[in-house]
C-alpha cells in the first residue's frame, strides 16, 4: 500500500498514474477532495481508497501496518499566498507530524520541498545540507518549505529512509486546474492558441535582456522518474535537487511551444507585475551531482522534448497523464 498525499494535484496524480502503470495498485489518495477542479487527475486511475488530508492521520493510526511507502506531495504551492497560517499548516505542521508518523512506524518518506527555498540564488543552487539554515526565500511559501527542511535535519530522529526533494520548475500534463500557478508552458500554448503569439515578461534587471530570465525547467515526467527511483533506492537520506540541471530561456520555451504547435513564433513583451518583480528570480538551475552520485542515472529531457511531449500528446487533446 502505497500514500501519496496531494494525490488530485499535478504532480500528485501523475506519480499515481505512473505507480499504476508499475502495477501498483493499493494507492491511498489523501487530498481536500472538496476542490472540484482537481478530480479531473484522478479518473481512471487504480485507487484503494480516498482519505480527506485532515482524516488522514486518524486513519494512519488505523491502517499503518499496511503502509509500505509515503509519498508527501501535497502542500499549499501558491507562491502568492501570504497567508502564513495556512501555510504553517500545511507545508510545516502537517509535514511534522507525517515525518513523526513515519519514525513511528517505519514507514519510508520521500516529500516535496522546492526551489523557491533559494530566493535569488545568493549561495547557488547546490543542494548542500549546510546551506539549508543560510538560504534566504523570497516568499512565503519559499519561507514554509525552507522552515521544515531545516526543522528536518536537525531532528535527531528520522524515518530510517527519507528524501526531500526540491522541486525547479515543473510543467507537464494534470495543471489544467492550476490557474495563475500553472506553468509558463501551459500558459504559452493557451495565449498562442487564442491569439497565434505569446507575450513574455519583460526584463526589469540591467544583466538580463527581455526574455533571456533563465529558468531550470523540468518535466513532470522526470520528476515522477526520480520519485520511483528513490521508492526502490532507500538509501542515502536527505536533501536534493529535482532540476533538468540545465537552466534555459524564456525565449527558449515560446520557440518550442510553437514549434510544437507548428505555428511561427510572435513574441512580445510585457512589464513583470509589480506584486512579484522585486521577488523574481532571474536565474536558477539546479547542480544535480548529488542525486546522480547515489545512482540515478537516466536522462533528463530536453526542453524541446518535454515541451514536443506534452502539446502534441496532451494539451492538443487535452488528456491526462
Known amino acids: 500500500m502505497i500514500i501519496v498525499t496531494g494525490a488530485a494535484g499535478f504532480i500528485g496524480s501523475g506519480l499515481i498514474s505512473r505507480l499504476n502503470q508499475e502495477n501498483f495498485n ?3 489518495a489523501v487530498d481536500d477532495f472538496s476542490q472540484t477542479e482537481k478530480l479531473p487527475n484522478l479518473e481512471g486511475k487504480r485507487i484503494q481508497e480516498r482519505v480527506d488530508r485532515e482524516q488522514f492521520f486518524d486513519w494512519l493510526d488505523q491502517n499503518y501496518y499496511e503502509v509500505e511507502f509515503i509519498f508527501h506531495i501535497g502542500a499549499r504551492t501558491d507562491t502568492t499566498e501570504f497567508d502564513r497560517r495556512i501555510l504553517e499548516h500545511l507545508n510545516v ?4 507530524k507525517i515525518w513523526q508518523k513515519c519514525i513511528d512506524y517505519q514507514i519510508p518518506l520521500v516529500y516535496a520541498s522546492s526551489a523557491a527555498t533559494y530566493g535569488l540564488g545568493e549561495l547557488g543552487y547546490d543542494d548542500n545540507e549546510q546551506l539549508v539554515p543560510q538560504l534566504k526565500p523570497l516568499n512565503p511559501y519559499g519561507v514554509s518549505k525552507n522552515e521544515f527542511d531545516i526543522w528536518a535535519l536537525e531532528q535527531e530522529k528520522k524515518p530510517f529512509f527519507w528524501a526531500g526533494l526540491k522541486f525547479f520548475n515543473v510543467y507537464g500534463p494534470n495543471e489544467y486546474h492550476k490557474n495563475r500557478m500553472a506553468s509558463v508552458i501551459f500558459h504559452a500554448y493557451n495565449q498562442i492558441r487564442q491569439q497565434g503569439s505569446m507575450k513574455l515578461f519583460r526584463s526589469h534587471h540591467p544583466n538580463f535582456q527581455d526574455g533571456e530570465q533563465m529558468r531550470d525547467f523540468v518535466y513532470v515526467k522526470d520528476v515522477i522518474n526520480v520519485c520511483l527511483f528513490l521508492m526502490h533506492h532507500r ?6 535537487n529535482l532540476g533538468s540541471g540545465k537552466a534555459r530561456t524564456f525565449i527558449d520555451l515560446a520557440q518550442a511551444t510553437f514549434q510544437a504547435m507548428d505555428v511561427t513564433p510572435q513574441i512580445s513583451f510585457v512589464d513583470t507585475p509589480e506584486d512579484i518583480r522585486d521577488k523574481y528570480q532571474y536565474f536558477t538551475q539546479a547542480s544535480m551531482s ?5 545512482g540515478y542515472t537516466k536522462p533528463f529531457c530536453t526542453l524541446e522534448e518535454g515541451i514536443q511531449d506534452y502539446v502534441q500528446n496532451y494539451l492538443v ?3 491526462y497523464l
Do not use: A, H, V, W
Not at 93 to 96: H, T
Not at 235 to 240: K, V
Open 26 to 28: 493499493f494507492i491511498i
Open 290 to 294: 548529488k542525486l546522480r552520485s547515489i
Open 93 to 96: 505542521s502537517y509535514s511534522k
Open 317 to 319: 487533446t487535452e488528456t
Open 235 to 240: 538509501r542515502n537520506s536527505g536533501i536534493y
